[in-house]
């Protein structure tokens, strides 16, 4: 599956970002689908996940409360909306496949779970 981000840029503290991931190239409900992201000088961090029926996710702790993944899988598409942001909140953030998921249901919150990743887009927080 060939993933590509979009929806990046410059926002400003306190806006509402929305990220998109556009899949192709095979059958999107095989996957579960993750958000990355990696600040400069710092690991690549789990942000949120999506279960393959898009009925079940889960979140980073740290920005539960301001973050919504959505899946759409007639477009085949996921996405991101993260709200409030935060000067930390600049990185690049990356959409993520599961090929495998353990289960129907199951939304993997390691990267070493996820076989197919975007090329990222970056997110800059300036006011």
């Known amino acids: 599956v060939q993933l590509v981000e979009s929806g990046g840029g410059l926002v400003q503290p306190g806006e509402s970002l929305k990220l998109s991931c556009a899949a192709s190239?095979?059958?999107?409900?095989?996957?579960?689908m993750g958000w990355f992201r990696r600040s400069q000088g710092k690991r690549r961090e789990f942000v949120a996940g999506v279960s393959r029926s898009g009925r079940f996710t889960k979140y980073a702790d740290s920005l539960k409360g301001r973050i919504t993944i959505g899946r759409d899988n007639l477009n085949n598409t996921v996405s991101l909306e993260l709200s409030t942001v935060k000067f930390e909140d600049a990185a690049v953030y990356y959409c993520?496949?599961?090929?495998?998921?353990?289960?129907?249901?199951?939304?993997?919150?390691?990267?070493?779970?996820?076989?197919?990743w975007g090329s990222g887009t970056q997110v800059t927080v300036s006011s």
């Open positions: 993520a496949a599961d090929r495998i998921p353990a289960a129907a249901n199951a939304v993997e919150t390691s990267d070493r779970m996820y076989e197919y």
């Open positions: 190239g095979d059958t999107f409900t095989a996957y579960a």
